[in-house]
């Protein structure tokens, strides 16, 4: 299924792109790298890798609710297929930082494989893939239990 945001609401989504970005100032450069929509166009998740942290820009007033801290070199991010949970992959760290999308806290941190840059929940919501460039492999991890499926 395709969704289709309407003028307003991508205007006010890079409205608060550029409201984050401006609010950064000249000594923090937050180098965004990924953006993903919540299901229901009223969240902008960004991942910015230079600052170590997922934003969370509500779309409709341009403000940014919460700067949640991941791991070192954040890349990837995905949403749960029921969008409870947000992943953000961090390179450096070799983890996946799993977090609440409803009160935005990091509720764990996943072991992944050498440099994960990207992620995917499959669509039951059981299982995270992790794509890790140095290791040369897909990580594996099943949500249930935070480890590689038995």
Known sequence: ?????????????????????AGAGAERYLSPVELVLSP????????CESSDELA????????????VPVGHTPKGLALSPDAKFVYVANSSS????????QTLAVTRTLHAGFEP?????????KTLYAANRIGGNISVIDLASGGEPQ
């Open 56 to 67: 969370v820009v509500d779309v409709k007033s341009g403000k940014v609710l919460r700067r």
């Open 94 to 101: 070799d983890t996946v930082t799993e977090i609440d999308a």
């Open 1 to 21: 299924m395709r969704r289709t945001l309407t003028f307003t609401a991508v205007t006010a989504a890079v409205a608060a792109f550029a409201w984050l970005l």
């Open 117 to 125: 840059t990207s992620v995917l929940v499959d669509r039951e919501g």
């Open 40 to 47: 229901d166009d009223a969240r902008l998740y960004v991942v």
